[in-house]
Nanobody, 124 residues
């Protein structure tokens, strides 16, 4: 069992930055692919970014590529999402997720564990 707890959300002006963190319990964190998803009000959940268990591969949605960076610190059991040049359309609840086995990291169904989410609001 893995428990995920997100942090770092908040209110920021357009063009600003936020850094989200996701702390995971469990001893096998380093073996999980970790992902970030988001869900805006009235919209479906969408993929944002993912990082493989070895940190050898990263994946981004086209809408955030070049602005967001995903990273992980296995010693701290934590995955991060650095968000720069934020836009009002980035406003959403951001969820961290962990996948125990190799499958397409862009799909929510690939993930076994989810955090409770953290709100990010970008004002124009």
């Amino acid at each position: 069992q893995v428990q995920l707890v997100e942090s770092g959300g908040g209110l920021v002006q357009a063009g600003g930055s936020l850094r989200l963190g996701c702390a995971a319990s469990g001893r096998t964190f380093s073996s999980y692919t970790m992902g970030w998803f988001r869900q805006a009000v009235g919209k479906e959940r969408e993929f944002v970014a993912a990082i493989s268990w070895s940190a050898g591969s990263t994946f981004y949605a086209d809408s955030v590529r070049g602005r967001f960076t995903i990273s992980r610190d296995d010693a701290k059991n934590t995955v991060y999402l650095q968000m720069n040049s934020l836009k009002p359309e980035d406003t959403a609840v951001y969820y961290c997720a962990a996948a125990a086995w190799d499958s397409n990291p862009r799909f929510g169904i690939s993930y076994n564990y989810w955090g409770q989410g953290t709100q990010v609001t970008v004002s124009s």
